[in-house]
């Protein structure tokens, strides 16, 4: 490019997708002329997903600004909690996020998922029609246009990928109520009308159990509860101390 010169700062939230030489300070980028700003920002490496305001020379812009010559734009990370109007509050994670899709469901959050490799332009349009928020690690699915919103994921560990999500847009927790396999709303329901799933000591030791409305996978509290009660308690009282 060879058009007006800029001076971009990023901020240290942001760190992570730019090069080592643009993390200090504002630093100096060529632009074309014509290219808005949130194109010029996504060159630098960071999906709009990931930016909150834009401000030139201390006044907020939209990403549809043109950048003139020697403006100073600071680039914001996303505030948290993060707001997304326009519909209930739902998700959308790509292949590569079954465990972070099964420990959203664990909480009652909604939490559509793809098992197979569909492609980023069927995974927008999915986000799109649904309204669903995408999350991926997947910088250039963040890219596309046709999503409706989207939101990368830092960590590479479930854990850290949990708490980042609920830090980030505070979705509202009913645990126990949807299926883990399949995003379902649960029901209970008899013994007798889930006889067909249980193996004789489970019919023998247990009682209480819940039915998904969807795929009719039965649950009950057996030997891995403990563990699934543990992700629970420390999401809520992550919540609890924010409050």
């Not at 292949?95 to 927008?124: F, K, Q």
């Not at 795929?215 to 057996?222: I, T």
Request: proline residues 6%; neutral net charge; charged residues 25%.
């Amino acid at each position: 490019m060879n058009g007006p010169e800029i001076r971009v700062e990023f901020a240290p939230g942001l760190h992570l997708f730019v090069p080592h030489s643009r993390r200090h300070g504002a630093t100096p980028v060529v632009t074309d002329g014509v290219s808005t700003l949130g194109h010029v920002v996504e060159s630098l490496g960071v999906p709009l997903t990931e930016v909150g305001a834009l401000v030139v020379d201390g006044r907020t812009v939209p990403a549809s600004h043109v950048p003139r010559a020697h403006e100073t734009v600071q680039v914001r990370a996303v505030t948290r909690p993060q707001q997304v109007p326009g519909a209930p509050l739902r998700f959308l994670l790509d292949v590569h996020l079954g465990t972070l899709a099964r420990r959203l469901r664990l909480l009652g959050v909604d939490a559509a998922y793809e098992s197979t490799d569909i492609g980023d332009p069927a995974l927008a349009a999915r986000s799109a029609a649904e309204k669903r928020v995408m999350l991926s690690r997947d910088r250039g699915l963040l890219r596309r246009r046709e999503l409706w919103a989207g939101a990368f994921v830092y960590s590479t560990r479930p854990d850290e990928q949990l708490h980042d999500v609920l830090d980030r847009f505070r979705p509202a927790l009913a645990p126990w109520t949807r299926c883990t396999a399949c995003n379902g709303l649960l029901e209970d329901a008899a013994k007798e009308e889930v006889a067909d799933q249980l193996e004789h000591g489970t019919r023998r030791t247990y009682d209480v159990f819940a039915r998904c409305r969807d795929c009719g996978r039965a649950y009950w509290k057996g030997a891995h509860h403990e563990q699934l009660e543990a992700i629970v308690e420390r999401a809520l009282a992550g919540y609890a101390d924010r409050r």
